[in-house]
């Protein structure tokens, strides 16, 4: 059975309206500056927050 109306163009758009990408939020390091996510820690200087800091293996050269 086929549907009674056609749905315009104007309602589908509506309803997909939702669906675009949303850009990524950056915050600066409280570091050392550097962009990283929010709430994560610097892939830069392992910096997270005041009272924590991941130690970050330095690349080793054979």
Avoid: D
């Avoid at 850009?23 to 990283?36: D, F, Q, S, Y």
Wanted: positive net charge.
């Amino acid at each position: 059975m086929l549907p009674a109306r056609k749905v315009s163009k104007q309602r589908t758009r509506q309803r997909r309206s939702h669906h675009a990408l949303k850009p990524i939020n950056l915050a600066p390091c409280g570091n050392c500056g550097h962009a990283k996510l929010p709430h994560a820690a610097c892939k830069n200087c392992g910096y997270v927050n005041p009272r924590t800091k991941i130690q970050l293996q330095e690349a080793q050269e054979a």
